[in-house]
C-alpha cells in the first residue's frame, strides 16, 4: 500500500490544498493530512479546530478508492512519517519562491529520513497565489475569500471573528 503525508499547518485549509489532496489520491492509496502542533507560532484555529474543519471538507471532495485521514503530529516530520510507515511526503508548490524553502526541507529530511521521498504537485492555476496567510489577512481587512476557502472555512472563520 502507498501511503503518504501531507503534513502543514493548515491555518486554515485553502482549496489549493484540497486541490493537492485530490491530486495526491491518483498517486497514493492512502493520504494523512498531518497538521503540525507548533506551540510557537500564533495560530487563527487550534489545532483541534483545523483538524475537525478537515475531516468536515475532505466528506466533500472526490477521493476516488483513496481514503484520506487527518492527524496532528509534533516534532520531527520524518521520525512521524516513519512512526506511520508512510512512502512520501506530499508537498504543493505554487510558485519558483515556494521551490527554494520547499527544496531545502526536501534536502534536509531526505539526509535524515534517505527511504522516504518527498513528491511536490502544483495546485491548478486557478490557487496558484492562495495561500493560508494571504486569506487571513484579506479576511481581516474585510475582503470577500469565497472561491479560496471552503464555505465552511470561511463561515467558522466569520464566526470565530465575531467572538
Ligand atoms: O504549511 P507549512 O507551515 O508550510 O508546513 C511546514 C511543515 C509542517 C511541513 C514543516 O514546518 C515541518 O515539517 N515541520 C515539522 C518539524 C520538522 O520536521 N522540521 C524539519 C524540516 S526540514
Known amino acids: 500500500m502507498r501511503r503518504a503525508i501531507y503534513p502543514g499547518s493548515f491555518d486554515p485549509v485553502t482549496n489549493g490544498h ?3 489532496i485530490q491530486r ?13 502542533v507548533n ?5 487563527f484555529f487550534s489545532i483541534e479546530e483545523r483538524s475537525e474543519i478537515l475531516k468536515e471538507v475532505l466528506k466533500d471532495i472526490d477521493r476516488g478508492d483513496c481514503t484520506v485521514i487527518v492527524e496532528s503530529f509534533q516534532g520531527l516530520m520524518v521520525q512521524y512519517a516513519s512512526e506511520r510507515k508512510a512512502n512520501a511526503i506530499v508537498r504543493g508548490i505554487r510558485a519558483i519562491s515556494d ?4 527544496l531545502q526541507m526536501a534536502l534536509m529530511n531526505r539526509r535524515l ?12 492555476e486557478e490557487y496558484s497565489y492562495v ?6 489577512e484579506v479576511f481581516h481587512l474585510g475582503a470577500r475569500i469565497d472561491g479560496l476557502v471552503p464555505t465552511i ?3 467558522r472563520m466569520k464566526k470565530k471573528n465575531a467572538i
Open 24 to 36: 495526491g489520491c491518483k498517486l497514493f492509496d492512502e493520504i494523512i493530512v498531518a497538521v503540525l
Open 113 to 124: 529520513q534517505p527511504r522516504l521521498e518527498t513528491v511536490f504537485m502544483m495546485p491548478a
Open 153 to 155: 472555512v470561511e463561515e
Open 18 to 20: 484540497l486541490d493537492i
Open 131 to 136: 495561500s493560508s496567510r494571504l486569506v487571513k
Open 39 to 43: 506551540p510557537d507560532k500564533q495560530a
Open 99 to 102: 521551490y527554494e524553502y520547499e
